[in-house]
């Protein structure tokens, strides 16, 4: 939580809601004082806030059965506003407001917080789930069993805030907003005369669900296709199979239509849950009844045409929310079952063209200097889901002209480019690669362009190609640009760095962009810069801004992404301290020096300081190297050379 913070006060009212917590657990028997000492000492090194029935599990102190039975019969005595002040959401100073007008009103404390605007509505909610231990659902009519609504009238719903979503045997999943309320729980089990097994969801959440249910958009029985009539008369596996190729479909559209570049099921012990990639990070889309899970990835993989287990990185091609993506999946076995994710890749975008792909007027220059030259180097290296192809086929892009020959070899095309030949290489033979590196040397082609450089001897014919004066784009897997001379190196790909041709080496990293419409101006401290290794005394000079979220960010504080660069050139002294065997830092610091290389750290801080991203957001992504240090820039002198051409 980005405006999470910890005053004293807070942490010292932590302190005795856990002793109570802790104090309880003992009386009953569940903890010894031992065992309660270790659990404080583990939740006081914690950054983030932990409950400290979570932290008794995690050690093994006390069974998740044994804290479940033990907070629902205590469930009264866990304080949501200290809750609250702990995950720095609200202040104290807001909770004796409460409490003082509690007395005067019979809502409960959660709702007169969000009526306060104090919280939303969503920041309650997860809140709860958190502290609760109760999955977060989504009520979406596409995710639930929709005949168990039938037979319960709409105010009924309404009024109790609550949706029955999944039955099972002898147990029922209920999505409501207040899982503590004792009488509806009660209500639920007499009605339904089974267990309820709670699930959290916000107040409009569920009642926007119940008015498109009851709404006159809901298609009535004699809309309902013949095939869809026989299915609901099916067996009780035949019923699964339908409901979870609903759920995968509705997961994958909302996956594609949020632009998420990942969806990710995973199994929990409780519940299955559903989240999102976004923008790079993770963000919680729902919680699934936990009975679920094996149906759905198991659905999910036949889909790709998965065969005994074995994963056959098949990619397929197709159209979702009207958009053309391409999809694949990877899978892994954990603890509570398997997890698979979906890999969403778009079709090309605006994004490909250089302007908008968040160069520096310095660097945007460089770049397109070594693309508008004849022959030379291009060397790329990031990690994965840094955007590395689309900087490659940027690349591209721009040299596609009609008077060129250009090539590609590529492990998967991502986008087809008219004008290109690109060959897609499916195998894992070095050999059989290697030999098609060579026969690109040899083509009566201009451009090459492979995506990986996998052996010494693929690393030679590009190397020959650009002796004899084609263009070479290729990447290679290293953090930074001083990572991939040693990388290369090390794998025996040296002799590209040899080639006496102009080299030009990109490292790129993603990274969120502010939302404009909540960004809060925010002034960094000197210590905080002096880490980033930037030279922090011009620092009340410049604006710089922190992530807060608001609806039109769903919360996150940030939309969309950009991106940092750092570019080194292979100058004559470059290229003798590599022939030196000179360490990578020496390397980086002589680049620095001499030729005024500007770090991914530098030109994330002038991002940040004309207001694009924050500070927060370019430490999560860049490395820092100590050395850069010795070479520090002020944020003047930085700006000055991100912004000369
Ligand atoms: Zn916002």
Same mark, same amino acid.
């Given at each position: 939580?980005?405006?999470?913070?910890?005053?004293?006060?807070?942490?010292?009212?932590?302190?005795?809601?856990?002793?109570?917590?802790?104090?309880?657990?003992?009386?009953?028997?569940?903890?010894?004082?031992?065992?309660? !000492?270790?659990?404080?000492?583990?939740?006081?090194?914690?950054?983030?806030?932990?409950?400290?029935?979570?932290?008794?599990?995690?050690?093994?102190?006390?069974?998740?059965?044994?804290?479940?039975?033990?907070?629902?019969? *205590?469930?009264?005595?866990?304080?949501?506003?200290?809750?609250?002040?702990?995950?720095?959401?609200?202040?104290?100073?807001?909770?004796?407001?409460?409490?003082?007008?509690?007395?005067?009103?019979?809502?409960?404390?959660?709702?007169?917080?969000?009526?306060?605007?104090?919280?939303?509505?969503?920041?309650?909610?997860?809140?709860? &789930?958190?502290?609760?231990?109760?999955?977060?659902?989504?009520?979406?009519?596409?995710?639930?069993?929709?005949?168990?609504?039938?037979?319960?009238?709409?105010?009924?719903?309404?009024?109790?805030?609550?949706?029955?979503?999944?039955?099972?045997?002898?147990?029922?999943?209920?999505?409501?907003?207040?899982?503590?309320?004792?009488?509806?729980?009660?209500?639920?089990?007499?009605?339904?005369?089974? /267990?309820?097994?709670?699930?959290?969801?916000?107040? &409009?959440?569920?009642?926007?669900?119940?008015?498109?249910?009851?709404?006159?958009?809901?298609?009535?029985?004699?809309?309902?296709?013949?095939?869809?009539?026989?299915?609901?008369?099916?067996?009780?596996?035949?019923?699964?199979?339908?409901?979870?190729?609903?759920?995968?479909?509705?997961?994958?559209?909302?996956?594609? +239509?949020?632009?998420?570049?990942?969806?990710?099921?995973?199994?929990?012990?409780? *519940?299955?849950?559903?989240?999102?990639?976004?923008?790079?990070?993770?963000? !919680?889309?729902?919680?699934?009844?936990?009975?679920?899970?094996?149906?759905?990835?198991?659905?999910? /993989?036949?889909?790709?045409?998965?065969?005994?287990? /074995?994963?056959?990185?098949?990619?397929?091609?197709?159209?979702?929310?009207?958009?053309?993506?391409?999809? &694949?999946?990877?899978?892994?076995?954990?603890?509570?079952?398997?997890?698979?994710?979906?890999?969403?890749? *778009?079709?090309?975008?605006?994004?490909?063209?250089?302007?908008?792909?968040?160069?520096?007027?310095?660097?945007?220059?460089?770049?397109?200097?070594?693309?508008?030259?004849?022959?030379?180097?291009?060397?790329?290296?990031?990690?994965?889901?840094?955007?590395?192809?689309?900087?490659?086929?940027?690349?591209?892009?721009?040299?596609?002209?009609?008077?060129?020959?250009?090539?590609?070899?590529?492990?998967?095309?991502?986008?087809?480019?008219?004008?290109?030949?690109?060959?897609?290489?499916?195998?894992?033979?070095?050999?059989? !690669?290697?030999?098609?590196?060579?026969?690109?040397?040899?083509?009566?082609?201009?451009?090459?362009?492979?995506?990986?450089?996998?052996?010494?001897?693929?690393?030679?014919?590009?190397?020959?190609?650009?002796?004899?004066?084609?263009?070479?784009?290729?990447?290679?897997?290293?953090?930074?640009?001083?990572?991939?001379?040693?990388?290369?190196?090390?794998?025996?790909?040296?002799?590209?760095?040899?080639?006496?041709?102009?080299?030009?080496?990109?490292?790129?990293?993603?990274?969120?962009?502010?939302?404009?419409?909540? /960004?809060?101006? *925010?002034?960094?401290? +000197?210590?905080?810069?002096?880490?980033?290794?930037?030279?922090?005394?011009?620092?009340?000079?410049?604006?710089?801004?922190?992530?807060?979220?608001?609806?039109?960010?769903?919360?996150?504080?940030?939309?969309?992404?950009?991106?940092?660069?750092?570019?080194?050139?292979?100058?004559?002294?470059?290229?003798?301290?590599?022939?030196?065997?000179?360490?990578?830092?020496?390397?980086?610091?002589?680049?620095?020096?001499?030729?005024?290389?500007?770090?991914?750290?530098?030109?994330?801080?002038?991002?940040?300081?004309?207001?694009?991203?924050?500070?927060? +957001?370019?430490?999560?992504?860049?490395?820092?190297?100590?050395?850069?240090?010795?070479?520090?820039?002020?944020?003047?002198?930085?700006?000055?050379?991100?912004?000369?051409?």
């Amino acid at each position: 939580m980005s405006t999470a913070h910890s005053s004293p006060q807070a942490s010292k009212s932590a302190a005795t809601t856990a002793l109570k917590l802790g104090d309880l657990m003992v009386r009953e028997g569940l903890l010894t004082m031992d065992g309660l !000492h270790k659990a404080l000492a583990i939740q006081k090194q914690s950054d983030e806030y932990l409950p400290l029935g979570r932290v008794c599990v995690d050690l093994k102190l006390i069974s998740k059965q044994e804290l479940q039975r033990f907070l629902s019969k *205590y469930q009264k005595h866990i304080q949501i506003g200290e809750l609250l002040v702990n995950m720095g959401l609200i202040t104290q100073t807001q909770v004796q407001k409460i409490l003082e007008m509690q007395k005067a009103s019979s809502k409960r404390f959660g709702a007169l917080l969000v009526q306060s605007g104090f919280i939303s509505e969503s920041q309650l909610t997860n809140a709860l &789930s958190i502290q609760l231990d109760i999955p977060r659902m989504i009520p979406s009519l596409e995710l639930m069993d929709q005949r168990l609504l039938e037979g319960i009238d709409e105010e009924t719903l309404r009024f109790n805030e609550f949706i029955p979503v999944d039955r099972s045997g002898n147990q029922m999943t209920v999505i409501m907003s207040d899982p503590l309320n004792s009488n509806l729980m009660q209500q639920l089990v007499d009605r339904f005369k089974c /267990k309820i097994i709670p699930a959290i969801a916000t107040p &409009s959440e569920i009642l926007s669900t119940i008015a498109e249910f009851f709404g006159p958009r809901r298609k009535g029985p004699e809309e309902v296709s013949l095939d869809q009539d026989l299915m609901l008369k099916e067996t009780e596996q035949d019923k699964t199979k339908e409901e979870v190729s609903s759920m995968a479909r509705f997961l994958v559209r909302s996956a594609v +239509e949020e632009g998420a570049s990942a969806l990710h099921v995973e199994c929990q012990e409780n *519940y299955v849950r559903v989240r999102l990639r976004k923008d790079g990070v993770m963000v !919680h889309k729902t919680d699934l009844p936990v009975r679920v899970g094996p149906a759905l990835i198991e659905m999910l /993989k036949t889909a790709f045409r998965l065969k005994g287990g /074995k994963y056959w990185q098949e990619t397929i091609t197709t159209h979702v929310a009207n958009r053309k993506v391409d999809l &694949s999946i990877s899978f892994f076995q954990g603890l509570w079952g398997e997890n698979l994710v979906v890999h969403i890749l *778009y079709a090309p975008s605006r994004m490909l063209i250089f302007d908008n792909l968040g160069f520096s007027p310095v660097n945007l220059s460089k770049i397109n200097s070594y693309l508008e030259r004849s022959g030379g180097m291009i060397i790329t290296s990031s990690p994965i889901r840094s955007g590395k192809s689309t900087l490659m086929y940027a690349c591209l892009l721009t040299l596609n002209q009609l008077h060129r020959s250009v090539l590609s070899l590529e492990n998967h095309v991502h986008y087809t480019m008219p004008g290109v030949i690109q060959h897609h290489y499916k195998g894992d033979d070095p050999e059989a !690669h290697e030999a098609l590196v060579e026969a690109m040397a040899e083509y009566d082609s201009d451009v090459l362009m492979v995506d990986d450089i996998p052996s010494p001897q693929s690393a030679d014919s590009l190397n020959r190609a650009a002796l004899m004066g084609k263009k070479v784009i290729t990447s290679h897997h290293a953090a930074d640009t001083t990572a991939l001379i040693y990388a290369l190196v090390n794998s025996g790909c040296e002799a590209l760095l040899h080639s006496p041709v102009p080299i030009l080496l990109i490292s790129q990293r993603l990274l969120r962009r502010l939302c404009e419409k909540c /960004k809060v101006p *925010y002034s960094p401290s +000197e210590a905080e810069l002096t880490g980033m290794k930037v030279m922090a005394g011009d620092r009340g000079a410049y604006q710089f801004y922190t992530a807060k979220g608001c609806k039109d960010c769903q919360n996150q504080g940030y939309t969309g992404q950009t991106a940092i660069h750092e570019l080194l050139e292979i100058t004559d002294e470059i290229h003798n301290a590599v022939l030196q065997k000179k360490s990578s830092t020496s390397i980086r610091e002589m680049a620095r020096r001499d030729s005024n290389m500007i770090s991914m750290i530098e030109d994330g801080v002038f991002k940040a300081s004309a207001g694009l991203t924050s500070l927060e +957001e370019v430490r999560r992504v860049s490395l820092i190297h100590d050395s850069d240090s010795k070479s520090a820039r002020s944020i003047k002198q930085i700006y000055t050379l991100c912004t000369s051409k």
